[in-house]
């Protein structure tokens, strides 16, 4: 089975950046969509990104202009590129991946059935 690990989670400043990793591991033929979700304490999960067949990628509106989700399809590693960052952006953050190609649209924590464990990331003001 696909199993995912995130890493690259820390503490950063307000204006500053992170690069968070997502190493996929186990035999996939295809892909698939893929996303970042991330979570705070006392608030709903949150799909960030995503990136779909072809590298079509979709944010939330919360993250746009700032957060950059890529792929290296040699070393199988998602990442996602987080500049500009706020205190807001404080979470637990999540590797997920579907079980087929998700089209264009909101990043919906049910179309993704393998979940990574999660890397902590905080931000200061």
Known sequence: QVQLVESGGG???????????CVVSGYFR???????FRQAPGKEREGVAAIHQFRA??????????????KDTDKNILYLQMDSLKPEDTAM???????????D??????D???WGQGTQVTVSS
């Open 11 to 21: 503490s950063a400043q307000a204006g500053g950046s992170l690069r968070l990793s």
């Open 30 to 36: 295809y892909w698939y969509s893929m996303a970042w």
């Open 57 to 70: 990628t979709t944010y939330s509106d919360s993250v746009k202009g700032r957060f950059t989700i890529s």
């Open 93 to 103: 953050y999540y590797c997920a991946r579907a079980s087929r190609w998700l089209r």
């Open 105 to 110: 649209g909101s990043i919906e924590a049910i």
């Open 112 to 114: 993704f059935g393998t």
